[in-house]
């Protein structure tokens, strides 16, 4: 969740599109007494139930036990909780020291790519308690952080979380007048919808791990074509998003997504370069015996 910047006369002028309608965002799905169910808080479960399924399934199919899944995802979720908070706290870190207690209680600001390196984490984690290779089981979590994250971003379109795009006159533009972060634009106003873009991004991601599952037998490559895929997705994304530059023009996420897709590119090329040895090695063997 982001705080988000006042728009300019240029901005005003660029979203307006007379279509006729003003859609609307649901923050709150339901609400009985004092209970309130949040559509963010929904969408993120969600997130991590279609994730546990996905893993469940990639887990059976290589011969480990499925119920690890539930497991796997638990570790994953206080992780990257407890990841995306810490590193939105670096990223407010005047705010932080203004008053910690307040930031630190906020049902607001939780940063993704905090998010994804604390899960990943969490899960390596529990990867060693349980004695298993890191490089097979992150191949295996790979398809379902992509799917978790692609239905994880809806609650953030349906709650008007911050992560909305610049004004436009495209004709899929969207408003969020009851956005939980308040909504600066005047009547007639629509942005570019990024939370729908992520959705699509990596739910193309996930089709793509989910299809070439097994034709990569290197352990870390399945793993470094999600970090590739995943990263160069968000950061062509960004530019379609508000949030402010950090260095070299580009913003936080940009500079995070080029070191993981340099780090995905490394596993990659590893597993290739393996493979080729491998395959070498085994030619010349067979070649021996004859």
């Given at each position: 969740m982001?705080?988000?910047?006042?728009?300019?006369?240029?901005?005003?002028?660029?979203?307006?599109?007379?279509?006729?309608?003003?859609?609307?965002?649901?923050?709150?799905?339901?609400?009985?007494?004092?209970?309130?169910?949040?559509?963010?808080?929904?969408?993120?479960?969600?997130g991590f139930i279609s994730a546990g399924w996905a893993l469940g399934r990639e887990l059976q199919r290589r011969g480990k036990d499925p119920n690890?899944?539930?497991?796997?995802?638990?570790?994953?979720?206080?992780?990257?909780?407890?990841?995306?908070?810490?590193?939105?706290v670096l990223q407010e870190w005047r705010a932080f020291l203004a008053d910690?207690?307040?930031?630190?209680?906020?049902?607001?600001?939780?940063?993704?790519?905090?998010?994804l390196l604390g899960g990943i984490v969490g899960v390596s984690l529990c990867i060693r308690r349980y004695g298993l290779f890191w490089g097979e089981m992150m191949d295996a979590v790979a398809p379902s952080i992509a799917l978790g994250h692609g239905v994880g971003r809806i609650g953030c379109h349906l709650a008007g979380d911050g992560d909305w795009g610049p004004?436009?006159?495209?004709?899929?533009?969207?408003?969020?007048?009851?956005?939980?972060?308040?909504?600066?634009?005047?009547?007639?106003?629509y942005v570019h919808p990024t939370p729908l873009y992520e959705t699509t991004a990596y739910l193309l991601v996930f089709a793509f791990l989910w299809i070439r599952r097994g034709q990569s037998p290197q352990p870390g490559t399945q793993f470094g074509w999600y970090l590739v895929l995943a990263s160069t997705a968000r950061f062509f994304l960004e530019f379609v998003r508000v949030n402010p530059a950090l260095a070299f023009g580009f913003t936080q996420a940009q500079v995070l997504s080029i070191v993981l897709v340099s780090a995905g590119a490394f596993l990659v090329l590893r597993g290739r370069e393996t493979g080729r040895s491998a395959s070498v090695a085994a030619t010349a063997t067979q070649g021996k015996r004859r």
């Open positions: 982001l705080a988000q910047r006042q728009p300019c006369d240029k901005d005003l002028l660029v979203g307006t599109r007379p279509l006729g309608y003003d859609p609307r965002m649901y923050p709150v799905l339901l609400q009985i007494g004092p209970i309130t169910i949040y559509s963010y808080g929904v969408m993120m479960a969600l690890l899944a539930s497991t796997f995802v638990l570790w994953a979720a206080i992780g990257g909780l407890v990841g995306a908070r810490l590193l939105f910690p207690w307040a930031l630190l209680v906020t049902g607001a600001g939780f940063v993704w790519y905090g998010g004004p436009t006159t495209l004709p899929w533009g969207v408003a969020y007048p009851n956005a939980i972060v308040g909504w600066d634009y005047p009547p007639g106003i």
